[in-house]
């Protein structure tokens, strides 16, 4: 009794450490402090939970754990800034998973128990666990397979792929709804295989560089899966954390769909756009149109000259991690008097917020960032923009051309600038798969080319300048 | 605890959640993504409980096994990845020089 | 419910307060007054099971008479007269004619 | 047990209408609107308690509720915007009077029961709602006394207060610990009594000014009373409604306590202040400053050929209920081409928000309305200031006197602007006896005598000129 108590008060200290951790992300400098009190709160849950009554055992636990903690530790390490969407979505599957299997065997449990059936609550807290925790899993794997490009990043698909995805889902729900009445462990676990199924084939038609939506999607499922958990097992603790993870992954999941002025179910179901920013190329209207190109030295000797320069950095800067070099670059202009900022469009890179993690990484301090809200106002007064890997964020068809796709998506209006130089390394469109007539605009020039070499080209030309 | 107790704490939580959360800068929004991923690691409470008290059955053994080493690795790659990135986040060091005004 | 659930709903619960109350401009914190004022007539639910369940015992009876009466005064006084102060908050009815800027 | 459920439901519904309220009073355009869904929730609440298996008798609860119901309604619809606060502290120490007689009846009833001491929980809670909801009522009412004038204003002080207070204060406590394992209704009403006291003699030396900080406080000691019940009831609504109301009463009187560069500690306990604005006038250094005055027909001529006129209103417009006549030199100007605004302080008027109450009832449209951080970078550009019944707010020795006891208290920067008119009824000091050497200024002018007088006599000589 005593020591229940004890428990509910380490769990209720838990929950409250988990939430201040996420108020203190409110700013970049409590951030660091807010993550460590959040996993100061797992500590207590954990520790809370090693001493439970019900838990006797623990070698299994032990060997478990540290195999799993030291795996995490080590990938958490290891892994490039740039792949950070790759391993979300590990980690992800990997919390839905778990959810899963405990649902499994608390249902296991119940049968083992002879029970027949289950509780009405119990009933549907189990099977959301595992329904919603398998296709977490599986999808968050695919998704991860997508973004590793283990897996083709195009959408795949097959014919009548929503009326059989629609039907697997049918079966799932009825064969969940039999088991609860008749507790029977196959029963539970072909509904769990198919639950995989289905989370796989419902990420394989959704283009890679709409993964990101898909991860925070997932990641409300495995949010939601661990509450549902948490009503099975009657902890408040589960249940606060997994419905704070839910609302996280629902913020996230609307913010970058509107980012991209397109519904979360068109996303989700839309098998939409190409495998991120390298498809089609092909010009709609098929006319010639022109295209000023300039070379790493003209450009040079404009920048150092120039007032005030603003860096427009996009996936393709991502992809190619020029993130180092075009901090040199700001940095020797900076030194050179000339004034230099970024503009960080919300889904510029390949999550939210990812360019600013890897502009982090490259040291460039977060108070030179300008979100786009900042930025806009001040094209206007800017001599030089340079677009680096960036596509349709700075697309003039979203604000002019009613017939885009793109059309009402806000955007860096860079062309308001002065000039405008666009690093690329050929005409290809963006992810979107749409033309971009700011490549022809007279004030654009462009300079071909992978984003890191043709930056350390122009830092060095800047250096001889 | 009855089921609306248990609706009521998720009810105010989900509240808590959406204003915490709409807080959060853009410019964070990728740590907040994998620091909440961590967070949801908290199934290994759940997963230890199951294992903990498997009283020799396969099934949980079997399930409480890859449960706990799945939530290990969420909760600590978590932690550790969102620490990595947050500690890059810095101003600038001097007072400005009055470059990007 | 046990005393640890009810720590549990009080501590998000003044976390919710505390988020949504901050969120309240400055223009409106009269109502807001007001308007918490007449929330914390729920004391009334309190009152009437009081009065209801009680068994004819004097005690019970005057104070929940009494508890009922204070408790529907401080809920309709409340509501109404924030009802009645919000009303008056408008904006310019025509399109601004740059009186201010 | 299906009714109790629903009972719980239908206050899991009323707290989110409560919730969602108070969310929605974050703008002007849904604050009505917030305010209603606030009353349905209080609505279902009231009915699910009737339908209460625990109430079996209804006739004492009609006529109760409608006697209290009816009142509640009269006073609310009668009541001038100016006396709000009054109205407040009335209904607060109501709420704090029923929370402490259910405390009361709860402990009879325990002791009717045949019980010889009470529960940990139980104990702590209803001795919390007894004693701190009795404070808050007596409190509650002295502070209506003061700003209704039925008691003075002034800080009512005798010897040896505080400790006298104090002394009460460990008496009270002693007898509700002692009450908790003596269970003896006489015992608790002494205990009652004895806080009512405490409630008295505590309010009794605080300025009539500071008033709506003790309403803050003591609003925020009711709604921890009403949460206080609900343990002892084990009712999660009136937890979470009375924690919310506990939430919104302390940041108000942190709020009002840092616009008054004051700490709660010194308002509570500081006897601070005279009557409200009505006191001293007697210059602290008692030289004789220049004062210059304008009659109303020069500042008539002066306001049609202003560019930008901005008005101050404060404490005294609100006592002179000058609202109306504000309102219509403002309209006058304002179709001369005039741009006119409002520049609110936070504690402007008796309480916080109070002035925009006052102006909203005059139909001042609430975006003509700037705060104290929109109007201070304004003032430079304005070419009249009309500060009506405003004093200490407007006092630049908060700016630059280190030691008034204003000095570091955020003020709105009228000696900014090029020309300063004070309308006012004499040169007494304002709340906090401070002398205003604005008035002095050569860039001011005072206007005397009643704002109310003073403002109608502007506006005719406005039509005038
Ligand atoms: N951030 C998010 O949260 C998120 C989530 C989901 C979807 N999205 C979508 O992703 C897109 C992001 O827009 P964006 O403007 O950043 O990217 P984008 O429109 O996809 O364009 C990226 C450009 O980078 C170029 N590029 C690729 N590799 C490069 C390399 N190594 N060196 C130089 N250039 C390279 C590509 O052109 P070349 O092939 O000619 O080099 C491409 O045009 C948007 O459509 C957005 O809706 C973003
Ligand atoms: N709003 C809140 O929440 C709140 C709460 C607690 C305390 N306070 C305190 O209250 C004060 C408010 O500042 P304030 O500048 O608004 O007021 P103030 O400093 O109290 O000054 C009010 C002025 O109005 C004048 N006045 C009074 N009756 C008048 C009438 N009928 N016609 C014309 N003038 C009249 C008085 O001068 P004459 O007597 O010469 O006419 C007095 O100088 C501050 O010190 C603040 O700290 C406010």
Redesign the interface.
Known sequence: MMRD?LI??AY?V???C??L???W?????T??K???V??VG?LI??VA??V?G?????T??A???????????L???R?Q?TA?PQ??A???G??G???A??A???Y??AG?AGEERLGA?LAVSVMFSAIVGSISFAGSLVAFGKLQELLPGRPITWPAQKLLNGLGAVVVLGLAAYASFNIN?PLLWLAAVLALLLGVSAVLPIGGADMPVV??FL?AC??L???A?????????????????????T??TQ?MSKAMNRSVANVLFGAFGGGGGSSSGVSASGEALPVLEISASDLAAQLVYARRVMIVPGYGLAVAQAQHPVRELADLL?ERG????FA?H?VAGR????M??LL??A?V???????MEEANPDFPQTDIVLVIGANDVVNPAARDDENSPLYGMPILEVDNAENVIVFKRSMASGFAGVENMLFHDPKTRMLFGDARKSLTQLVQDVQAV | ?S?IT?LV??VL??W???E????????????????????????????????????G?T???I???????????????????????????????EP??????
């Open positions: 108590d509910e008060i209720l838990a929950a409250f988990f939430i951790g996420l108020r992300l409110s700013s970049p400098r951030a660091r807010g993550n460590l959040a996993a797992m849950a954990i939970t090693l439970d019900r838990v006797v055992g623990y299994w636990i060997i478990a754990a540290f195999v799993g903690g030291s795996i995490g530790a990938v958490a390490r892994v800034m950070m391993l979300v590990l980690l992800n990997l919390g998973g778990a959810a299997l405990i499994v065997s608390e296991h449990v083992a609550v462990d991860i925070a990641n495995t949010g899966a661990a509450a958990t948490g009503f099975a097992l009657g902890n408040s603790l589960l249940i606060i954390a997994g419905v704070l993870v839910g609302a996280s992954g913020l996230l913010l900076i000339v004034s230099v900022a960080i919300p999550m939210p917020g990812h600013n993690v982090a990484e040291d301090p977060y108070d030179q960032l300008l979100e | 605890m089921l248990e704490i998720l939580a989900a808590v959640g959406i915490v959360i709409s807080k959060v800068p853009q410019m964070l929004h990728t740590p907040l993504m994998s620091g909440t991923n961590a967070i949801h690691g908290v199934v290994i409470v759940g997963a230890i409980l199951v294992l903990g008290a498997a009283a059955g099934v949980e053994t399930c409480g096994i890859v449960a706990v080493a799945f939530g290990a690795a969420n909760v600590v790659g978590g932690f550790v990845v969102t620490d990595r990135m947050l500690q890059m986040f810095r101003r600038r060091p400005p020089k009055e470059n990007q005004g």
